[in-house]
């Protein structure tokens, strides 16, 4: 696949981005764009997470689905949106769940560019969406490549934290052997922050507090939410 991956991931992602997973989702991406199709984000955005967060500075990695699809949102963060756009359903259960654990009060913007410069890895599992279209770059082989970034922070001797919301981002990390028993790392898993299951185990689950506490405990400086 012929991307510009951040230096500090590139060796970590060599291996996936040459698989062939990676090489056809190059070529479907291709298409796309040959039939007028819009893909977000832009170009330039699709590997915000890790230009912001390198490798060697992640503390936390929070796992989404699929970028946003509606027109202005989606900017290579996870659960993030550019400032000035209006707070999706999730990002406003995750600031609630944020002013209850540790009295951070909710912010109007959604932009968490100021969580990623700190190492917080804001991943979704398929870094492209067809606009108005949930899902639609599930399993065409962002999974190959988002699994390396995942197993790559897991891989580290350096203790990290790892949030689940939801079944998809704990499912993805099963796959994960690093995570696996004996790992030095902190696994945070509660039901996803959207409307429908947030009042079935988010709310009230306390993971920057819990976060936080590990850091310290780690040796590591903690994220300031």
């Known amino acids: 696949m012929n991307v510009n991956v951040p230096a500090s991931w590139a060796k970590a992602l060599a291996p996936a981005l040459a698989s062939p997973d990676a090489r056809a989702l190059d070529r479907w991406l291709g298409k ?16 915000a997470a890790l230009t912001l967060t390198p490798l060697d500075e992640v503390k936390v990695v929070i796992l989404g689905q699929d970028p946003y699809h509606g ?25 609630k769940e944020l002013e209850s654990d540790l009295g951070v009060p909710a912010r109007q913007d959604g932009d968490l560019t100021r969580w990623a410069t700190q190492g917080v890895l804001l991943l979704n599992t398929s870094l492209t969406v067809e606009a108005g279209k949930a899902g639609s770059h599930a399993g065409r082989g962002w999974e190959a490549i988002t699994d390396a970034c995942v197993r790559a922070v897991a891989a580290r001797h350096q203790s990290s934290v790892f949030i689940l919301w939801g079944s998809h ?23 996803h922050p959207s409307p429908l299951s947030a009042y079935r185990g988010f ?23």
């Open 32 to 47: 796309q764009d040959d039939a007028g199709r819009t893909v977000y984000p832009p170009r330039e955005e699709r590997f």
């Open 71 to 95: 027109p202005g949102q989606a900017h290579g963060l996870a659960f993030s949106v550019p400032d000035g756009m209006r707070l999706p359903p999730s990002l406003r259960n995750i600031y």
């Open 169 to 191: 981002a704990q499912q993805k990390a099963r796959r994960i052997p690093e995570l696996g028993a004996g790992s030095p790392h902190l696994v945070i898993e509660s039901p």
């Open 203 to 225: 709310f009230g689950s306390r993971p920057f507090s819990r976060a936080n506490a590990f850091l310290r405990d780690s040796g590591r400086d903690p994220i300031d939410w």
